[in-house]
């Protein structure tokens, strides 16, 4: 069955850095998201991103994250200068069709966990 | 806003079945998912509903009540395997709740 991968699984960094995060989600979706989860909370939802543009963005998605789709199989999530803050499991989901209602099961990769010293 | 409440956690026997509530108040509500995780990893889609009922799939069944504003995810001959947290979500992007710890005890 087609998968979500994510990359890297562990990502330590120390503050202020950049990070980068990659995804490549299944390659008939066309409909792609990020979520992330601090430890031993719910998973919040960051982007969401169709078309090669931002379709919505939660107020967690300031200006120091940004979401780019380099080529037709990557989709990567930036934290410009990192915090502490930003330590948490990073989810990405994609979906084959728009899901505004919900009703399309978003596929999830299985998270890159960033740790930030 | 959005907001859905959920237990924060759940515990049950093998062979048992168990009830996991959600209730929610959000705008523009169109359906109710649930979705499984185990130890941190990957959300899995359970189940989805539109529509008033009980929606069965296998061992797990979801209902919706739109006028209470509530749904469940019902897991019917709980399995080891089952332990995991269960989230209920709404939206196409997903909000989701606080997630439901479920722990199976032989």
Same mark, same amino acid.
């Given at each position: 069955?087609?998968?979500?991968?994510?990359?890297?699984?562990?990502? !330590?960094? =120390?503050?202020?850095?950049? !990070?980068?995060?990659?995804?490549v989600? $299944?390659?008939?979706?066309?409909?792609?998201?990020? %979520?992330?989860?601090?430890?031993?909370?719910?998973?919040?939802?960051?982007?969401?991103?169709?078309?090669?543009? $931002?379709?919505?963005?939660?107020?967690? /998605?300031?200006?120091?994250?940004?979401?780019?789709?380099?080529?037709? *199989?990557?989709?990567?999530?930036?934290?410009?200068?990192?915090?502490?803050? +930003?330590?948490?499991?990073?989810?990405?989901?994609?979906?084959?069709?728009?899901?505004?209602?919900?009703?399309?099961?978003?596929?999830?990769? +299985? #998270?890159?966990?960033? *740790?930030?010293? | 806003?959005?907001?859905?409440?959920?237990?924060?956690?759940?515990?049950?026997?093998?062979?048992?079945?168990?009830? $996991?509530?959600?209730? %929610?108040?959000?705008?523009?509500?169109y359906?109710?998912?649930?979705? =499984?995780?185990?130890? #941190?990893?990957a959300?899995? /889609?359970l *189940? %989805?509903?539109?529509?008033?009922?009980?929606?069965?799939?296998?061992?797990?069944?979801s209902?919706?009540?739109?006028?209470?504003?509530? #749904? %469940?995810?019902?897991?019917?001959?709980?399995?080891?395997?089952?332990?995991?947290?269960? /989230?209920?979500?709404?939206? &196409?992007?997903?909000?989701? &709740?606080?997630?439901?710890?479920?722990?199976?005890?032989p």
């Open positions: 069955e087609p998968e979500v991968t994510q990359t890297p699984s562990h990502q !330590v960094t =120390q503050m202020g850095q950049e !990070v980068i995060l990659r995804c989600p $299944i390659s008939n979706h066309l409909y792609f998201y990020w %979520y992330r989860q601090i430890l031993g909370q719910k998973v919040e939802f960051l982007v969401s991103f169709y078309n090669n543009e $931002i379709s919505e963005k939660s107020e967690i /998605f300031d200006d120091q994250f940004s979401v780019e789709r380099p080529d037709g *199989s990557n989709f990567t999530l930036k934290i410009r200068s990192t915090k502490l803050e +930003d330590s948490a499991m990073y989810f990405c989901a994609s979906t084959q069709q728009v899901s505004y209602r919900g009703n399309q099961p978003q596929h999830f990769g +299985d #998270g890159t966990r960033l *740790s930030i010293l | 806003g959005q907001s859905l409440e959920q237990p924060s956690e759940v515990t049950a026997v093998e062979g048992a079945i168990v009830q $996991i509530n959600c209730t %929610y108040q959000t705008s523009g509500f359906g109710l998912s649930w979705y =499984q995780q185990h130890d #941190g990893g959300p899995t /889609f *189940s %989805y509903n539109a529509l008033d009922g009980l929606e069965e799939t296998g061992r797990f069944s209902f919706l009540s739109r006028s209470d504003s509530y #749904g %469940y995810l019902l897991l019917q001959e709980l399995q080891m395997k089952d332990s995991a947290s269960y /989230f209920c979500a709404v939206g &196409g992007k997903l909000i989701f &709740g606080q997630g439901t710890e479920l722990s199976v005890k």
